[in-house]
């Protein structure tokens, strides 16, 4: 699977191979509700707080004698029944609201919504976005350029969510030059995740080769690195017994 790489100009530079294991897998939508859903609770920060009757200052005295009031039995005014008493079955904020998702889960479901998104030609691939120094007009004139592209005219024109830049380091000049405009987003590559990449329209990646590696490392390389030793390990093992077999083998050939 091949893509196109543009400049800062948009004009074509050369072409990039996609891993099929990234930027090639069928659309799984009930994965990615399941991270998305996963993600967002655990981003969730509850808020809402409301103050029981053991929360609620006073009510130590008993409102009146049990018997001979003629009225109904009260323990205390701060009973949810009262007015300015506690509330009952309202919000807590020590609600935890957070959902387990496995690093496999979350790894699939990015690279499947990353081939989503390739499909539907919303990926633009640009070999390097340099500004020497911060300047709005230099950020508008990249995406007057980026969006020259076919397929990307809507790149300045949407409103809203229009487009996340990814870098592949910290660039101060890149970040502070597209922060005066709302529908443009940017970030390190190393930090996106499902929900980042759902919520814009367009994904621009610089510096595609060191990203791409990046992002098939979110897989491959803690699971070869974890297995290895594990590997070398029972060869050892292997190797012992046979070696045992061996000695244990001669060793009834020279009592016979």
Same mark, same amino acid.
């Given at each position: 699977?091949? #893509? &196109?790489?543009y400049?800062?100009?948009?004009?074509?530079?050369?072409?990039i191979?996609?891993?099929?294991?990234v930027?090639? =897998?069928?659309w799984?939508?009930?994965?990615?509700?399941?991270?998305?859903?996963a993600?967002?609770?655990?981003?969730?920060?509850?808020? @809402?707080?409301t103050?029981?009757?053991?929360?609620? $200052?006073?009510?130590?005295?008993?409102?009146?004698?049990?018997?001979g009031?003629?009225r @109904?039995?009260h323990? #205390?005014?701060? #009973?949810?029944?009262?007015?300015g008493?506690?509330?009952?079955?309202?919000? $807590? %904020?020590?609600k935890?609201y957070?959902?387990?998702?496995n690093?496999?889960?979350?790894a699939?479901? !990015?690279?499947?919504? =990353?081939?989503?998104?390739?499909r539907?030609?919303?990926?633009?691939?640009?070999?390097?976005?340099?500004?020497?120094?911060? &300047?709005?007009?230099?950020?508008? %004139?990249t !995406?007057?350029?980026?969006?020259?592209?076919s397929?990307?005219?809507?790149?300045?024109k949407? $409103?809203? %969510?229009?487009? !996340?830049?990814?870098?592949?380091? &910290?660039? !101060?000049?890149i970040?502070?030059?597209?922060s005066?405009?709302?529908?443009i987003?940017?970030?390190?590559?190393?930090?996106?995740?499902?929900?980042?990449?759902?919520?814009?329209k367009? =994904?621009?990646?610089?510096?595609?080769?060191?990203?791409i590696e990046f992002?098939?490392s979110?897989?491959?390389s803690?699971k070869?690195e974890?297995?290895e030793?594990?590997?070398v390990?029972?060869?050892?093992?292997?190797?012992?017994?046979?070696k &045992?077999?061996?000695?244990?083998?001669?060793?009834?050939?020279?009592?016979?």
């Open positions: 699977m091949e #893509s &196109k790489i400049n800062q100009s948009g004009k074509e530079t050369g072409k191979t996609l891993p099929d294991s930027f090639g =897998l069928s799984n939508g009930d994965l990615v509700h399941q991270v998305v859903v993600m967002q609770s655990n981003s969730r920060t509850p808020v @809402a707080h103050k029981d009757r053991s929360d609620v $200052r006073g009510g130590g005295k008993k409102p009146w004698k049990q018997k009031t003629g @109904a039995r323990g #205390s005014s701060r #009973s949810p029944i009262w007015v008493g506690g509330v009952a079955h309202g919000p $807590r %904020n020590e935890d957070k959902k387990k998702i690093k496999k889960m979350s699939k479901a !990015l690279y499947t919504v =990353l081939s989503e998104k390739l539907n030609g919303e990926i633009i691939f640009v070999d390097s976005l340099k500004f020497d120094s911060i &300047k709005t007009s230099d950020a508008k %004139n !995406l007057k350029s980026l969006s020259g592209i397929g990307f005219e809507m790149l300045l949407k $409103r809203n %969510n229009a487009t !996340l830049i990814t870098t592949i380091g &910290k660039d !101060l000049n970040y502070k030059s597209f005066n405009f709302n529908n987003a940017t970030q390190e590559f190393r930090n996106i995740n499902t929900v980042d990449v759902l919520n814009y367009y =994904l621009v990646i610089t510096e595609p080769k060191e990203s992002v098939v979110k897989l491959g803690k070869s974890k297995e030793p594990k590997k390990e029972n060869e050892k093992k292997s190797e012992s017994v046979a &045992k077999d061996v000695k244990d083998k001669v060793g009834d050939s020279k009592e016979k």
